[in-house]
C-alpha cells in the first residue's frame, strides 16, 4: 500500500473539471473543493474538544436528484482525495443513473487535511490519526452534509479501494445507522488485522510475473543473485555505475536499500498492473507487468535488466540520467512501500500503531531477496520512529478481525492480479457480504472508469456491484422510518 | 439514574462471598476481587500511550464449565462495581446451568477504577471518561481473560442494567466479534440519543403514584403548593422548620434545592419500586411507592406528608433528626440526580458530553413544580462546570440513534413501572432484537435474584431471556469457526 505522490499540479480554485467521459463525452464531471471545520478529537470532550481543523473533500451534485438521490461517498484513505477523485471513475458512471450525490472526504493527515497543520507529526500532535478518529470524521461531516443539503433521508452508500475500502467496510461496520452499505474494493481485511500469510503478498506479486512469463522470476532472482555477488566482493563502484546510481553505494549497509527500491518497484508494478496506461501511484504503460518481463527476457544482464525493469516506475519520463535509491525509497512500517512526502509519514504511523502488514519476502516462495519484516523488528522500528509500540490485537478486537458474521451489506471486491486480493475476503460470507472475484483485475480495478481494454470480467463485476447497490439503496428506502418512529 | 452510593463498608480482601443463596443455599457465590492493568487511553496511540491504570474487576469461576461454558460478562455502569454485583443476581442463578464464567468489568472513573487517581477529574484528565473508552476497556479486559484462562472459543454474554444495559447493548453492536449476544435491561437508549419526550420521565414517575392511589399525585401537588405558599411570603424559618431542615432556607434561591431534593427522592421510589426491601441505591422499604402514598394519604398536612414521603429514602435508618438537603442533594446535569461522591462527578461529566438526560417536570403532566432542563440550560451548566459544550447527536451518531436494523441479538427488557421504560425500545424490532415487558416490573427487576414476591411477569420474562441467550449461545457455537476460517 504505498501512499500516492501526485506527480501533477493542482490548480488553486474551487472548482475542477475531471476529465471524465459521460455518456460518451457529453458532460464533464464538475467537482467543488471545499472544507469542512472539523473536530480534530472526537473522542476526548475536554482537553482539545474545541479545537478544530479544515478537512478537505470533494462534491458534485450535477446528477443528484436532490434531497431523493443517495449520496455516493469515497471514504478516502492514505493520500490526496484528488488522487482518488482521479481513479474512481466508476463513481461517476453510476452517478447519473442512481441520480446520486459524489462526495469524495479527505483522510486526516493526508493532502491538506492536516489537524495540527505542519506541526501534524509532532509526537503531541499525530496520536489523533486513528482509524476510530477518521470514520468519526467521516460520520460528522456525512451529517453536516445531510443536514445542509436537505439530504437526511438520502441513503448512503460508502466507496472505497485498499484501504479506503477497509474504511468503507468499517464504516458500515460500525455505522450502519449512516450507511446503507458499502463497497469495499481490494480491501485486505484480514491482513491487516494481522491474520494470514507473512509470505503471501510477495509471492502474488511474484505469481503475476510468472503469469506471463515462466521465466520471468528467475530473470529477477538472477538480478538480485548479480547484485548480491558483486556486494559480497565489496565492488560498490562497479555495482553503482551498472545500477546507475547517483551516488555510489558504500557498504553492506546501503545494500537494503537498493533491494527495498527494486522490490518497491515490482510491487507497484503488480498493484497497477492495468490494461491500459494509467497515472496513479505513478505513471505506468499498460500491462506494466508484461512489459516489465519483456525487458528482463530481453537483457543480456539480468543486473541491468533489473535496472530497466524498475526504471518503468522510478524513470517512467525517461528523463533520469540517474537513480537516487535513498530519495526514491525509505524504509518504513509497511514493507510494500510508505511513498515520500507527508502522507508517507502518516502511512508509516498508521503502520506503527493500528495496521499490520508484516509482509516478508523469502527468496524460496517469491523472487525477491530475503528481506524479513517481523513483530519484533516492526516494534524495534517503532519505538525509534515514534516512540509507539504498535498494538497487534486492536484491529482484530476493534474491527471485527476474523469474525464479520454479524456485518451486512459490504460488497468485497478483488482482482486475481493484485497481490492484496488474498489478505482480503473472497468467498461469499452471506447474502448480503458479496465476494467479487475479478479475473484478470489488478488493484481495484473495477473502481476505475470504463475503458475499452476492460476484461469482461471487470465489466460484469461493475454490473453486480450496480445491482447490488441498487439492493441497498433499496432496503434503505423501503425501511425508511427508523426503529424509534416505528415503536 | 442516580449513581449508588454504597451505604456498607468494603472489607478489603480478595475474595468475597455474596449473600445469594443458589440452589437452596446450597452455596454461597464466592467472588473473587481483581484488577487489571489497563491502558487510560485507547484511541490516542502516542500522547498517553504507555500509561495504565488499574481496572478493577469481580469474577466467579465456580460455576464454570472451563474452555467450555460461556461468560457472562456484566458491563458495569455508573457506579462501585459491587453494587451492580450485589444487584444482580440474575447472572448468578443462570450461571450454574449454562457452566458459565461470571465477570463484572468495573466502568472508568467509578469505585477504585479511577485512571488518574484523584486527579481523574481535573479538566486535563477527565476527558477520557467516555462510553467508546469504556467499552475498548470491557474489550480489552475480555480478550485478556480470554487468553488467560483458555476461554478463547466460549461465547461471551453481555448483561448490564440501566446505562449498563445502553452498554451491553453498545457492545454488541460494536464489537459482536467479542460478543454473542446483550441482555439490555431498562435502557433508555432512544431518550439518551436526545430522542423522546422531555415530559416523559416526570409523568411516568407520577403515574406510578397514581396507580397506587389516584389521589396520591394531588397529595403531592398540594405539599409542593405549601411549600411554594410559604416561600412567596419568605416565611423561610417556618418552612425550614416544618420541613425539619439542619439549617433555615434564607432566600427564593434556596428553593429549587428543596423542589429537587424532594423530586429526586420521589424519582429513586419509582425507580425502586420492589415488591420486597432492597438496599440498591439506597435502603428501600417493599413497594416504596405505595408507603409514600400512605404516609402522604394518611397526612394532616400535605407539607410534613411530603417531608416523611422524601425520609423513606433520605432517612431509611430513622435516626436522623434533621435533613441537610445541601449534602443530600447537588444540581447537576442529570435532573434525575447524580448522588453525591466520585462517581457523581463522574456522571455528571457524561450527562455533560455524551449522554443526554433532558427531563424536565412542568407541574401538569406531572406532580412536580416547574422545573425545566433545556439544551440551553444545559450548556450553560456544563461550560460552566467542566468547560465543555454537549454534543447533542453524538450518541445518535456514534450508537445507531434512532435506527437499530442493523443489530442482532440483544434483548430489551423494560418494567412497566419504571419511568425508564418509554424512553427505551418497546417492541421487537427484528428476530432477534427482542422487547420484554415485565408487567409490575420497576428499574431492572428482571436483573435481581427471585424472590418470592416475584411477580409473575418477572419470572416468565427471565425464562425467556434464558431461553434467548441460549439461543445467542448456539448460534456462536454452531458457527465457532471463523468467517476467516471459513474463506
Redesign the interface.
Known sequence: MVVFAPRYVWLVMSVFFLHLCLDRCVQAVRLLEKEFEQKVDH?????R??RTYKQRYLMTDQFWRKGVGPIFLYTGNEGDVWSFANNTGLMFELAPSFGALVVFAEHRYYGTSLPFGTLSFE??N???L?I??TL?DF??LL?HLQRDLGAEKCPVIAFGGSYGGMLSAYFRM?????VAGALAASSPL?LVAG?GDEFQFFRDVTADFERYHHKCPNMVRAGFAAIKSLASKQQWVALSSKMRLCGDLNSSNDLPYLEGWIRNAFTVLAMMDYPYKTTFMSPMPANPVNVACDILLKSDDPLTGLRDAAGIMYNSSGTKNCYNIFEDFKPCADPTGCGVGWGSLAWDYQAC??INLLCSSNGKTDMFPVISFTSALREQYCQKQ????P?Q?WL???Y?????????NIIFSNGDLDPWANGG???N?SQSLVSIMISGGAHHLDLRSSNPKDPPSVIQARKQEELLIRGFIQEAVM?ER??????
Open positions: 473522542f476526548d470532550f475536554s482537553s474538544a474545541g509526537r503531541e499525530v496520536g489523533l486513528s476510530e478518529q468519526a460520520a460528522t451529517l460500525k455505522y450502519p445507522n449512516l484480514y491474520l500503531t493500528e515514534w516512540g509507539v509500540t498494538r490485537d482484530a478486537t476493534q471485527w478481525g476474523t469474525d464479520l458474521r454479524a456485518a451486512s475476503i473472497r468467498k460470507l425501511s427508523s426503529t424509534f418512529e416505528r415503536d
